[in-house]
């Protein structure tokens, strides 16, 4: 158990619906980061967030948006759902920015189906 | 593009051999690398880890060796056990920040 928990673990819905999927970095982790994992393109970099802040976008959509609240934790907002979207979305979390010696622990993922 | 490969999908290797797996990249800009191991229905966990600086980190029985020049690195597991069935992941930060570029993966398959 790395301490990061994610909801809801499976979601199902249908094309052009919108979505939210939660995540509860490790206690005391001020970093959350996204990763989307989908068959053809492997684990792929989405967003960071840190303390609040947005700090880095990677490969994500217009269509998708995240945040950090107060409490740490992170939502991730995925709308105009398409077939494509399919996947397991990964949240992480470290203690502070930058990459030496901050390892990333990561949550047991949600996994997305569009139908 | 894919700054990160890992060119084999699977491995299947004998309980108590060496298991070596394998990472290529192209970025020569990456100066940290990292294995994450994952377990079905599970998030990947941190494995190991190498600065740029080095050529050689060992962890019990896990070693993973960077040879820069050649941008190649891979990860060794001595003796190979049968809870090392798992998918191995490369990966170097660079996906923006602090975010990590992930290889496709390799699905490790410990055979008794």
């Known amino acids: ?115 | 593009d894919q700054q990160v490969k890992q060119n084999s999908p699977s491995l299947s290797v004998q309980e108590g051999r060496i298991s070596i797996l394998n990472c290529d990249y192209t970025n020569s800009m990456f100066d940290y690398f990292l294995w994450y191991k994952k377990y079905p229905a599970e998030g990947p966990t941190f494995l190991i880890s190498i600065s740029s600086i080095k050529d050689k980190n060992e962890d019990g029985r896990f070693t993973v060796f960077l040879n820069k020049s050649a941008k190649h690195l891979s990860l060794h597991i001595v003796p190979s056990q049968p809870g090392d069935s798992a998918v191995y992941f490369c990966a170097a930060p660079g996906g923006g920040a602090d975010g990590l570029t992930f290889g496709k993966g390799t699905h490790l398959i410990i055979q008794p």
């Open chain 1, 1 to 115: 158990d790395s301490g990061v928990t994610q909801t809801p673990k499976h979601l199902i819905t249908a094309t052009g619906q919108r979505v939210t999927l939660r995540c509860s970095p490790r206690s005391g982790d001020l970093s959350v980061y996204w990763y989307q994992q989908s068959l053809d393109q492997g684990l792929q970099f989405l967003i960071q967030y840190y303390n609040g802040e947005e700090r880095a976008k990677g490969n994500i959509l217009e269509r998708f948006s995240a945040q950090q609240f107060p409490d740490l934790h992170s939502e991730l907002n995925l709308s105009s759902l398409e077939l494509g979207d399919s996947a397991l979305y990964f949240c992480a979390s470290s203690v502070t920015t930058g990459y030496l010696y901050n390892e990333q622990f990561f949550g047991p993922g949600t996994r997305l189906t569009v139908l």
